[in-house]
């Protein structure tokens, strides 16, 4: 099975035919969620709170459900949000701000803005065509978009429709040999980054999902999840043992891209990611799905900041809902920031179009935010544009 599963892996032709819905299918998916006209889409949302809205009332319930639910009682995702909230800017006046540069380079790549889109899976259960309209929309905007593990498309049919440079998010799965051919792939593919996570030994408790009980639609499947695409609806997990940092160490010998930690709170953890190797960590807490009532991203990113001392770069996701919540983490230490719900919805409202709308505000929202605050560029963007906490 092992020799079988990676010479599927390494066949694009595999995986498309199990892949692709049929047309009558995916037609009847799109009339049932309603996807409106893009007519629609250029003038209701004007935030990205308006597109939960009306994912809420557009996809599947099922599928609302799965992305918007959390771990537990959701205290962490409430926090996330909290914790942005409360942070209040500091502003100065006077100042030229007549250009607002928001460029920024991460490993040799320069992007536009600092925000990626986040791995985020199953975009089939979202909207029939799935993270080929992902791929679509965040390349409209020249947005960076991490490729989940548990996508439902194969990467080659990503790459094909990407005009802006992938990302890849991968577990270190049981079968070794599956891993190493999975990386290869994705490099093969033209992903410009690993993102391992390293914050999942084990599922938490998402009960919001268990009282749907969420299955994937007919049909859909997740190539690179394997051991469980079987059945109707079967929920694809990676069939993994627990990591270490030594499989850090093993992943980094043979990948030919920068490699970076995804799901680190703890500024210690941070640290010996550094001190082993990695060429970036992602400061998570998976978006509140994994383990309740562990602190906000933006509560401990100061620290891992200090910690980390400007020796790699630092990313952040967890509760980025304005273009005020990306100033806010880059004041804090984090050098880019990824969204994840947000474009979930989008995608499910809207398709292609609706995750590059879901893009566009935030990017908008922090040109403007910069300009307010009276910052011209990203090297100018410091904790002093936080106001004080004590005062």
């Known amino acids: 099975m092992k020799v079988t599963r990676r010479k599927a892996l390494l066949s694009a032709s595999a995986f498309v035919g199990a892949s692709v819905l049929p047309l009558r299918v995916m037609e009847g998916r799109a009339a049932a969620q309603q996807v409106p006209a893009k007519t629609d889409i250029a003038s209701e949302p004007v935030s990205l709170s308006d597109f939960e809205v009306m994912a809420r009332q557009r996809i599947p319930h099922m599928a609302y459900e799965f992305v918007a639910g959390g771990a537990a009682d959701e205290h962490t995702i409430r926090w996330n949000r909290e914790a942005l909230d409360k942070i209040r800017l500091r502003p100065r006046i006077l100042i030229d701000v007549s250009k607002v540069d928001t460029r920024v380079s991460l490993f040799g790549q320069e992007m536009p803005f600092p925000i990626l889109l986040a791995p985020t899976a199953y975009h089939r259960a979202i909207h029939p065509e799935g993270e080929v309209a992902t791929a679509k929309g965040a390349g409209a905007v020249a947005a960076t978009y991490v490729v989940s593990s548990a996508t439902t498309t194969p990467l080659e049919e990503i790459a094909r429709v990407a005009t802006h440079p992938l990302w890849f998010q991968m577990y270190v799965q049981s079968d070794r040999g599956f891993t190493r051919d999975l990386v290869h792939l994705a490099e093969a593919t033209g992903c410009r980054a690993l993102c391992i996570t390293v914050d999942t030994p084990v599922l938490g408790a998402r009960n919001r999902q268990q009282r749907v009980k969420f299955e994937l639609p007919p049909g859909v499947k997740t190539p690179y999840l394997f051991d469980v695409n079987t059945g109707r609806g079967a929920i694809m997990r990676p069939q993994r043992e627990i990591v270490t940092w030594k499989d850090i ?78 100033l806010k983490a880059l004041a804090l230490g984090a050098k880019a920031v990824l969204i994840g719900r947000p474009y979930c919805y989008g995608l499910g409202v809207a398709g292609a179009e609706g995750v590059s709308r879901v893009v566009s505000i935030p990017r908008t929202e922090f040109e403007m935010a910069m300009a307010l605050t009276g910052r011209s560029s990203i090297t100018s963007i410091d904790r002093s544009v936080l106001w004080p906490a004590s005062q």
Do not use: C, E, Y
């Open 249 to 326: 160490d093993w992943l980094r010998s043979f990948a030919r891209v920068p490699v970076l930690l995804k799901g680190i709170l703890n500024p210690d953890d941070a640290d010996q990611a550094v001190r082993a190797g990695a060429s970036g960590i992602i400061v998570s807490n998976h978006g509140g799905r994994n383990l309740d009532t562990v602190p906000a991203t933006a509560d401990v990113l100061p620290q891992v900041a200090d910690k980390v001392a400007g020796r790699v770069p630092i990313l952040m996701d967890g509760g980025i809902r304005r273009g005020t919540d990306v």
